[in-house]
């Protein structure tokens, strides 16, 4: 893809995740099945990662390549950054306890909704400043899978939103279940 590609499907993706958990009334917004994270928490959980990544883009590119170095392959393309992720999550990958997300009251689901639409926008506005060659030769470190160019890391931060969009529809499938 490329960052215009990158950038749209980010859009809507966050467009997508958002819409549906504001929708929810506040019984599905709260609902937690087998201590799952509740709908709120999915989506601070989404924006605390968010953040570190929009700090990260602000650096220079030299001090990006001083600090991460620079690739020395190809970046993988959407799909197989997927898969290794799916890997390390089932290897039991977790989140970091910086990303844990806290408890997010019903009453504050659009506040934060309209944040992570802010952090998207910083971030694809921050993506402009890279060439397509920067995405695939700059890198940064990811807590889980390791060092991964800008691209992966576009990706990964796509996917990541759905991964708990769709978390979020499967724990409350359980809901109905229950009813």
Same mark, same amino acid.
């Given at each position: 893809?490329?960052?215009?590609?990158?950038?749209?499907?980010?859009?809507?993706?966050?467009?997508?995740?958002?819409?549906?958990?504001?929708?929810?009334?506040?019984?599905?917004?709260?609902?937690?099945?087998?201590?799952?994270?509740?709908?709120?928490?999915?989506?601070?959980?989404i924006?605390?990662?968010?953040?570190?990544?929009?700090?990260?883009?602000?650096?220079?590119k030299?001090?990006?390549?001083?600090?991460?170095?620079?690739?020395?392959?190809s970046?993988?393309?959407?799909?197989?950054?997927?898969?290794?992720?799916?890997?390390?999550?089932?290897?039991?990958?977790?989140?970091?306890?910086?990303?844990?997300?806290?408890?997010?009251?019903?009453?504050? $689901? %659009?506040k934060?909704?309209?944040?992570?639409?802010k952090?998207? *926008? #910083? !971030?694809? /506005?921050?993506?402009?400043?890279?060439?397509?060659e920067?995405?695939?030769i700059?890198?940064?470190?990811?807590?889980?899978?390791?060092?991964?160019?800008?691209?992966?890391?576009?990706?990964?931060?796509?996917?990541?939103? $759905? %991964?708990?969009?769709?978390h979020?529809?499967?724990?409350?499938? *359980? #809901? !109905?279940? /229950?009813?």
């Amino acid at each position: 893809m490329t960052r215009e590609e990158i950038s749209e499907k980010l859009v809507q993706t966050n467009k997508d995740f958002t819409t549906y958990i504001t929708s929810l009334s506040e019984e599905d917004y709260n609902y937690s099945y087998n201590d799952k994270w509740t709908a709120g928490q999915q989506m601070e959980h989404i924006y605390k990662s968010i953040v570190p990544l929009n700090k990260a883009l602000i650096l220079p590119k030299a001090i990006m390549k001083l600090n991460f170095g620079k690739a020395n392959r190809s970046s993988r393309n959407y799909d197989d950054l997927v898969i290794r992720y799916k890997e390390k999550l089932a290897l039991g990958g977790k989140a970091p306890s910086q990303f844990a997300p806290e408890d997010i009251p019903f009453e504050k $689901r %659009h506040k934060l909704s309209g944040n992570l639409t802010k952090a998207t *926008h #910083t !971030l694809i /506005k921050r993506l402009k400043k890279f060439t397509e060659e920067d995405l695939d030769i700059l890198i940064l470190l990811h807590p889980l899978l390791g060092k991964l160019t800008l691209r992966e890391m576009t990706y990964f931060t796509d996917y990541h939103t $759905r %991964h708990h969009h769709l978390h979020t529809i499967e724990n409350l499938k *359980h #809901t !109905l279940q /229950k009813n």
